[in-house]
T-cell receptor, first 113, second 115 residues
Framework: TQLLEQSPQFLSIQEGENLTVYCNSSSVFSSLQWYRQEPGEGPVLLVTVVTGGEVKKLKRLTFQFGDARKDSSLHITAAQPGDTGLYLCAGPRTPLAGQNFVFGPGTRLSVLP | GAGVSQSPRYKVAKRGQDVALRCDPI?????LFWYQQALGQGPEFLTYFQNEAQLDKSGLPSDRFFAERPEGSVSTLKIQRTQQEDSAVYLC?????????????FGPGTRLTVT
């Protein structure tokens, strides 16, 4: 099973600040997904990146997949309290696993008003 | 309902009791997944069904854990002789299946506390 690491583990910032969280592995992934999970709920998919070097934007969120497909980042511009949550990255558990995913431990983001 | 539902939402069991957790996937979704999420951690894969067939159960931590999906729709995760280390949130997800990386839709989870 391929493993994913995420950093930082915790992040507390003021509303309006920018931030970047990271997802890293020693393995190559065919794709990576980013989820946000709020307390008492299941994770919700934000984006899937599949091509090395790919950049995807979702409003104030920018996702990048590393050229070597071993890492990814999530950048949030002008964070808002509604961005608070656990941010998880996930990828196929093995190179041939289409739908079975391994999750990173997550970055817990708190945006203070 | 439009989403994945799970019941009960909360379960308290005494050590040694058996528990059964239910998942109702989105109608028409072929694939169904169970995950275990410990406090402060990401979800850990337990098992995967495609229709009624359990294709991967490599993540089940012991033979006390058993999952079934007899008619290819509702699934039940059963834990026998619960232990304190079983305390976690158990998440169910479903997807249309058939495509690599198909989006998984998660339910709200069942929080199991073993005392």
């Amino acid at each position: 099973t391929q493993l994913l690491e995420q950093s930082p583990q915790f992040l507390s910032i003021q509303e309006g600040e920018n931030l970047t969280v990271y997802c890293n592995s020693s393995s190559v992934f065919s794709s990576l997904q980013w989820y946000r999970q709020e307390p008492g709920e299941g994770p919700v998919l934000l984006v899937t990146v599949v091509t090395g070097g790919e950049v995807k934007k979702l409003k104030r969120l920018t996702f990048q997949f590393g050229d070597a497909r071993k890492d990814s980042s999530l950048h949030i511009t002008a964070a808002q309290p509604g961005d608070t949550g656990l941010y998880l990255c996930a990828g196929p558990r093995t190179p041939l696993a289409g739908q079975n995913f391994v999750f990173g431990p997550g970055t817990r983001l708190s945006v203070l008003p | 309902g439009a989403g994945v539902s799970q019941s009960p939402r909360y379960k308290v069991a005494k050590r040694g009791q058996d528990v059964a957790l239910r998942c109702d996937p989105i109608s028409g979704h072929v694939s169904l997944f169970w995950y275990q999420q410990a406090l402060g951690q990401g979800p850990e894969f337990l098992t995967y069904f495609q229709n009624e067939a359990q294709l991967d159960k490599s993540g089940l931590p012991s033979d006390r854990f058993f999952a079934e999906r007899p008619e290819g729709s509702v699934s039940t995760l059963k834990i026998q002789r619960t232990q304190q280390e079983d305390s976690a949130v158990y998440l169910c997800a479903s997807s249309l299946g058939g495509l690599a990386g198909a989006e998984q839709y998660f339910g709200p989870g069942t929080r199991l506390t073993v005392t």
